[in-house]
């Protein structure tokens, strides 16, 4: 990762504040930093930055499929995007196109186990194999906030060389932060008309994600975990809501969750006009009345977010980060009609975008902390 290319991201005065120093000097040291946010949802991760300075982010569904002994379609078929993982013998498949070739018995794990189980570590070295990276120096990953106290764990599980489809990935360095903080990192970086008064005030951030709705009070770049919390109620229950509202609209079962979430599409934007339905015995149902009966829903995690915040006169401004944040939008503005809403334009990637700046800034912070070190001495 070149400086040049990291002085487009990550400007003097923010680096400044980073090191609370006022002398940011030059550092000539190249580092291999990435970042992967493993959701309930999606595995979000990144892949470097291009010429432009821009973040190149991707992602694959949050589900692992076990892969086919055999094809059946031979030549005939187009191949699909997915890698091959050996997990202990067993062989998943993870990728964009797992849609394919997965079955009723290949569902997300959401539950409060999740780093717990085969399918996390599958979703990360899915993601190492992704990016293509023999050596990483430093890998940023990011916990719900209620799993904090398992980062020991996680580190011991990533941090290590692996083997990603017959070749080894050694990761020398694994950072793990909560990740509500890759939307306040994101924000914070690259805000940086707002970051003089980012770092002198309270800012919520809000974070829903798949399973979880989770939110955070910070003043600057420091937690108030009195304030901050995680409960469930993500997109998840959303999702259930609305099949339950069709379930009850056509007089039988409606359990597709899957089909919901592709209908939805909420790591895209909405287009005006677009109709989101899905199919029932081959008849099409439009989502727009069943996402209103889901209100209730959104409203239970909001009454849990003001309890725990308190008064939110002090608060400066609200960040909204996660790929769900468009379903929860209306309310957060409605609960807070006095504040500023952002809503961060990098949608599902908010977290691992923040991932990685902060990994860069973590990286080079340590590199010219070494240098300034030197000179003192």
């Given at each position: 990762?070149?400086?040049?290319?990291?002085?487009?991201?990550?400007?003097?005065s923010?680096?400044?504040?980073?090191?609370?120093s006022?002398?940011?000097?030059?550092?000539?040291?190249?580092?291999?930093?990435?970042?992967?946010?493993?959701?309930?949802?999606?595995?979000?991760?990144?892949?470097g930055?291009?010429?432009?300075g821009?973040?190149?982010?991707?992602?694959?569904?949050?589900?692992?499929?076990?892969?086919?002994?055999?094809?059946?379609?031979?030549?005939?078929?187009?191949?699909?995007n997915?890698?091959?993982?050996?997990?202990?013998?067993?062989?998943?498949?993870?990728?964009?196109?797992?849609?394919?070739?997965k079955?009723?018995?290949?569902?997300?794990?959401?539950?409060?186990?999740?780093?717990?189980?085969?399918?996390?570590?599958?979703?990360?070295?899915?993601?190492?194999?992704?990016?293509?990276?023999?050596?990483?120096?430093?890998?940023?990953?990011?916990?719900?906030?209620?799993?904090?106290?398992?980062?020991?764990?996680?580190?011991?599980?990533?941090?290590?060389?692996?083997?990603?489809?017959?070749?080894?990935?050694?990761?020398?360095?694994?950072?793990?932060?909560?990740?509500?903080?890759?939307?306040?990192?994101?924000?914070?970086?690259?805000?940086?008309?707002?970051?003089?008064?980012?770092?002198?005030?309270?800012?919520l951030?809000?974070?829903?994600?798949?399973?979880t709705?989770?939110?955070?009070?910070?003043k600057?770049?420091?937690?108030?975990?009195?304030r901050?919390?995680?409960?469930?109620g993500?997109?998840?229950?959303?999702?259930?809501?609305?099949?339950?509202?069709?379930?009850?609209?056509?007089?039988?079962?409606?359990?597709?969750?899957?089909?919901?979430?592709?209908?939805?599409?909420?790591?895209?934007?909405?287009q005006?006009?677009?109709?989101?339905?899905?199919?029932?015995?081959?008849?099409?149902?439009?989502?727009?009345?069943?996402?209103?009966?889901?209100?209730?829903?959104?409203?239970?995690s909001?009454?849990?977010?003001?309890?725990?915040?308190?008064?939110?006169?002090?608060?400066n401004?609200?960040?909204?980060?996660g790929?769900?944040?468009?379903?929860?939008?209306?309310?957060?503005?409605r609960?807070?009609?006095?504040?500023q809403?952002?809503?961060?334009?990098?949608?599902?990637?908010?977290?691992?975008?923040?991932?990685?700046?902060?990994?860069?800034?973590?990286?080079?912070?340590?590199?010219?902390?070494?240098?300034?070190?030197?000179?003192?001495s």
């Open positions: 990762m070149k400086k040049a290319l990291i002085d487009k991201l990550i400007p003097n923010v680096m400044a504040a980073f090191l609370k006022d002398v940011v000097p030059d550092i000539n040291t190249e580092f291999v930093i990435r970042s992967v946010d493993i959701g309930y949802g999606f595995v979000k991760y990144t892949k930055i291009d010429k432009e821009n973040i190149i982010c991707d992602s694959f569904p949050s589900i692992a499929a076990l892969s086919p002994q055999e094809e059946m379609g031979g030549s005939f078929f187009v191949k699909r997915t890698k091959v993982i050996d997990s202990g013998g067993i062989h998943w498949e993870v990728g964009p196109d797992v849609g394919d070739i079955t009723t018995n290949d569902v997300r794990a959401l539950h409060e186990n999740f780093i717990h189980t085969e399918q996390w570590k599958v979703f990360l070295l899915g993601a190492l194999a992704y990016m293509e990276e023999p050596v990483i120096d430093y890998l940023v990953l990011g916990l719900p906030v209620s799993d904090m106290p398992k980062a020991d764990m996680v580190v011991e599980l990533a941090q290590k060389t692996h083997m990603v489809n017959g070749s080894e990935v050694q990761v020398k360095k694994v950072l793990v932060i909560p990740q509500p903080l890759g939307s306040l990192y994101n924000f914070a970086i690259q805000k940086q008309d707002m970051f003089s008064r980012f770092m002198n005030s309270n800012t951030v809000a974070d829903p994600g798949y399973l709705f989770d939110f955070l009070t910070t600057g770049f420091s937690v108030n975990a009195h901050s919390g995680a409960r469930p993500g997109m998840s229950s959303i999702l259930n809501g609305i099949a339950s509202s069709i379930s009850k609209e056509e007089k039988t079962e409606f359990d597709d969750l899957e089909q919901i979430d592709a209908a939805l599409k909420i790591h895209l934007p909405k005006e006009g677009e109709e989101r339905h899905v199919s029932l015995y081959g008849k099409e149902i439009e989502l727009t009345p069943h996402i209103k009966n889901t209100v209730p829903i959104i409203e239970s909001m009454n849990y977010l003001l309890q725990k915040i308190g008064t939110s006169k002090d608060i401004q609200i960040v909204m980060g790929g769900s944040s468009g379903i929860f939008v209306k309310s957060i503005k609960q807070f009609p006095k504040h809403v952002i809503v961060l334009d990098d949608g599902i990637f908010a977290n691992s975008v923040g991932f990685l700046l902060w990994g860069i800034m973590t990286a080079y912070g340590l590199e010219i902390q070494n240098t300034l070190n030197k000179k003192a």
